[in-house]
């Protein structure tokens, strides 16, 4: 009788054991996907930089946004103006082998050599009233294939989320971050292949505005990339801090 209780609570204990192992690790992927260890993540930006002509397009319409919406920000050294190939999370110590995973991709393509036509405006809201405006170019089959390239040299580094501590500032709003945090983590797919939009980010208006501008007629223009970076990403996914740089020559 004793050896059949001792069995019992052997069996019990065992049991209990399995069950707090099952849970624990059901609380580490759900830290994970909230953003476990959000000191050691960096929200980064993996674009193209461009040129003469799309910066006086673009710094020409953040000038007009302000205008009508002071309260958004300037196209400055903390709002590069840019082309996304892909925005993400990463493992701060992931950092450097990311930029040799991707720095191969960049000398292997001429970037330079693109010609990308910009053919709109458009805007993805930001908040129930507000949205970020950009300039759209239409999607060409060589940056297609740069994105994905892209993704491709990246994705073993990428990190699941991260809290607003990844990026090098808050907004004023949890809304905001929140719906920050859920695009750069949903970036790819959700923006990347057939739903690819190149574009450069202009500023921040209200909706009713937007929605007037993008009604207007938009007079189509061609420029170029001239450069390749990666930045860590600010308020409104704004290209805040350059920390890698590529030389395309």
């Not at 960096?42 to 020409?60: G, Q, S």
């Not at 991709?105 to 036509?117: F, H, N, P, R, Y």
């Not at 910009?118 to 805007?123: D, E, S, V």
């Not at 990844?166 to 929140?178: E, K």
């Amino acid at each position: 009788m004793k050896t059949d209780r001792f069995c019992l609570r052997l069996l019990v204990t065992k049991a209990a054991s399995a069950t707090i192992a099952v849970l624990m690790a059901s609380l580490v992927d759900a830290q994970l996907v909230k953003g476990a260890e959000p000191a050691n993540c960096t929200a980064i930006d993996i674009l193209l930089e461009p040129d003469a002509t799309m910066l006086n397009h673009a710094a020409a319409n953040n000038e007009r946004l302000l205008k009508v919406y002071p309260q958004g920000f300037s196209l400055d050294a903390a709002h590069r103006p840019h082309i996304t190939l892909l925005q993400c999370f990463v493992r701060t110590a992931d950092l450097d082998k990311l930029y040799t995973a991707v720095g191969k991709v960049v000398s292997d393509t001429d970037i330079q050599s693109m010609k990308l036509e910009a053919f709109k405006y458009y805007y993805t809201p930001a908040d129930a009233t507000t949205g970020v405006a950009g300039i759209c170019a239409k999607p060409t089959p060589a940056i297609l294939k740069l994105q994905s390239d892209v993704i491709a040299a990246a994705k073993n580094f990428f990190v699941k989320a991260a809290t607003i501590d990844a990026f090098t500032a808050p907004h004023q709003s949890a809304a905001l971050d929140a719906a920050l945090i859920d695009y750069v983590t949903t970036f790819d797919p959700k923006m990347s292949g057939a739903n690819y939009n190149p574009h450069v980010s202009t500023g921040v208006a209200t909706k009713d505005y937007l929605d007037k501008m993008l009604a207007e007629p938009f007079e189509y223009f061609t420029f170029s990339p001239t450069g390749a970076a990666v930045f860590q990403l600010g308020p409104y996914g704004s290209a805040a801090k350059k920390f890698k740089e590529w030389d395309l020559k």
